[in-house]
């Protein structure tokens, strides 16, 4: 790539999504809304389930108030109108928030801890959601013909199976088709809504929200149960500010007022419209406002439709993990590019397989949509219930609204999901325990590794020498120079790299034009060309490069170095070699360093890491690698 290709390329990523607002929002219905497009299938047959076995209609109605009020509050108030107005440059989610206030703003390890925890939980839910999915569509079977029922969970682990087994193919083949049939199950929702109010059009009475008031503090503790499965409406919503980098805010809400809050809102009251008119709430009250005849085709549609919900999953927990890669909380991991024509396209092979496992798992040891919904939930009014407080803090500081301001408005949202996160935490003992356990592996993982490198760094700067006095040493033992570039990473800003110190130590010897190279990810998820880069000739044919890219961005190195050619590193690119450290991590016999079982976790991680020439892009033929003991 040619440098006036590479700095274009920079400047296209950083204007964000392009294209027509109506195709992006179409592109989004695909990607963001797959979730929560597809939660009709199980909230309100677990609400009902929750509630009393033959509920009246004044439940119904409060139920349903419950339901609407809870997606116009959460979903269009917090996050549509005001957590998708705070953005890190153009990205959303609460790990970008929490690069934004806690390490951009000033360093805050509090800020820092929730937002990653909160990320962890995500990674929780995210392996329930293709399993209750899949599982609520193929359920349908039931209704279709009882015959059907013993292979409804085998059916579901074939299609999950598959669906995880070909993330390395990536998905921009099909990808194209996603929106369209999105936009499809959506419109076919609300047709099917429409159905069920005319049965009963007064249903509409529901928008009054003293029934849900009345609903929830006359039913004693089952109001409060049912507050956990009225919260399933919503467990999509994260994705829409999450999502905002790929689409834009525009397109995602447009997409949400005019297509995918509607019809939500009329496939809700269509299926209470139907309970209070007298239909069964045994089975899947959804199915039920499908004509007979069109039953199964609604099945194939809708087993379709949480397919993308999943794939959706998957690929925001590729972009979450590279997002925490890059931010220096998990280990270099292997992160292929299946397509060009986004950079949202990525495949990280140890997530893929770990969420496969978990999600099987789930699907077979739960059996029934109806017992994931126990486990569903927790770990989401939990990530909520964080991402409130992180906006109260952008309120003050970004927004510099007034301590007042922001206090009523951010407690009204703590007030809210607080509530939510307290019902499902009644959940806990009947299967909600799951993703909160996978959540604090994730946060645990995060936590050692992050603790491990900062070890490692500062062990290596107890040992750092001056350049002047390291070129010295090397002209007074009369080393020779020899032809060539020599490229040494290093983790210092000061200092020689320590991988130079070792390789002149043990070959006696060094290029004639030595680059010293530091790479640091940033707060922000993209870097412009004009800040990519600082360069400083420390000595004669010695240059200090420090390297800055984005959270979300790549680094290709051979790219950089051409750049600082053109800024003036005089350097023969043809005849560059790298050298990388790689360290063995040994326990510190002072007793000062990290506990015994911190230090053999990191070090499992360590050596199970992508290669740093892999991570760099570099040339395989040119690295050199040099192995040090570094204890901790």
């Known amino acids: 790539m040619s440098e006036q290709q590479a700095l274009a390329g920079s400047e296209s990523v950083r204007r964000g999504p392009q294209g027509k607002a109506s195709l992006l929002a179409l592109s989004a219905l695909g990607v963001v809304f797959g979730d929560i497009g597809t939660s009709p299938l199980y909230t309100f047959k677990t609400i009902l389930g929750t509630a009393e076995k033959s509920p009246d209609a004044a439940a119904v109605l409060g139920a349903l108030s419950l339901v609407l009020w809870t997606l116009f509050i959460i979903t269009t108030v917090k996050y549509v109108l005001f957590a ?46 293709p399993a209750i999915s899949v599982l609520s569509a193929l359920e349908g079977l039931n209704m279709a013909t009882p015959v059907l029922q013993p292979y409804v969970v085998p059916t579901a682990v074939v299609i999950l199976f598959a669906l995880f087994a070909i993330q390395s193919q990536g998905t921009s083949t099909i990808g194209h088709l996603f929106g369209p049939v999105m936009l499809a199950w959506f419109a076919i929702m609300a047709v099917m809504g429409l159905f069920g109010i005319a049965k009963h ?40 500010y999450a999502d ?49 005849l069109l039953l199964l085709p609604l099945i194939v549609l809708a087993t379709i439709a949480t397919i993308i919900a999943s794939q959706s999953i998957i690929t925001g927990a590729f972009s979450m993990t590279r997002q ?17 024509e986004g950079y949202g396209q990525i495949y990280v092979g140890v997530v893929n397989w770990l969420l496969m496992a ?33 906006l109260f803090i952008a309120m003050r500081e970004i927004w510099r609204w007034s301590l007042l301001a922001a206090a009523i408005v951010a407690a009204c949202f703590l007030i809210v999901d607080g509530a939510f996160f307290l019902a499902n935490l009644t959940k806990v003992a009947e299967g909600g325990y799951v993703p909160l356990i996978l959540a604090v592996s994730v946060y645990g993982t995060m936590w050692i590794w992050h603790r491990g490198a900062a070890a490692v760094s500062q062990r290596l700067r107890e040992t750092l020498i001056p350049v002047p006095d390291f ?40 290029h004639e034009h030595v680059v010293a190279l530091r790479v640091e990810t940033m707060s922000v998820p993209w870097v412009s060309s004009a800040e990519r880069i ?41 005849d560059v070699t790298y050298y990388v450290g790689h360290e063995t991590v040994i326990s510190r016999e002072d007793g000062k360093g990290l506990p015994a079982w911190q230090e053999r976790l990191f070090a499992l991680m360590e050596r199970n890491a992508q290669h740093v020439s892999d991570f760099f892009s570099l040339p395989n033929d040119q690295v050199v690698e040099i192995g040090r003991q570094v204890a901790i």
């Open 84 to 129: 998708m107005r705070v953005d890190n440059d153009g990205e959303g989610g609460i790990l970008a928030l929490m690069a934004l206030l806690g390490v951009k703003k000033q360093h805050r390890p509090t800020i820092v801890a929730v937002g990653l925890f909160g990320a962890a939980l995500i990674y929780g839910d995210g392996a329930i959601t």
């Open 201 to 240: 059009p007064a249903v509409f009475a529901a928008l009054n929200p003293t029934y849900g008031l009345s609903y929830l503090f006359s039913n004693g503790f089952t109001g409060f149960l049912v507050l956990g499965a009225v919260f399933l409406c919503v467990t999509g919503a994260e994705a829409l």
């Open 244 to 292: 905002m980098g790929h689409f834009g805010a525009g397109p995602i809400k447009l997409a949400w007022f005019a297509i995918v809050f509607p019809s939500l809102i009329l496939n809700y009251a269509g299926q209470a419209a139907l309970v209070i008119d007298g239909a069964p709430t045994d089975g899947n009250i959804f199915f039920r406002l499908c004509p007979d």
């Open 324 to 340: 925490a890669i890059q931010l220096g909380w998990l280990p270099r991991l292997q992160i292929k590019q299946t397509s060009s």
């Open 358 to 390: 978990v999600t099987l798992g789930l699907t077979i040891g739960f059996g029934k949509s109806d017992n994931l919904a126990s486990a569903y939930g927790i770990a989401v009014s939990l990530t909520m219930l964080m991402t409130s407080a992180l």
């Open 471 to 510: 070129l010295a040493r090397i002209a007074e033992k009369k080393l020779p120079r020899v032809p060539g570039t020599a490229v040494f990473f290093t983790r210092t800003e000061k200092g020689t790299p320590p991988v130079m110190v070792w390789h002149v130590k043990h070959n006696r010897a060094l």
């Open 534 to 574: 600082k360069l400083e000739q420390v000595a004669p044919n010695f240059w200090r490069v420090d390297a800055h890219y984005g959270f979300m961005e790549r680094p290709h190195i051979p790219e950089l170095l051409a750049r600082s050619k053109a800024l003036g590193c005089d350097i023969e690119l043809s």
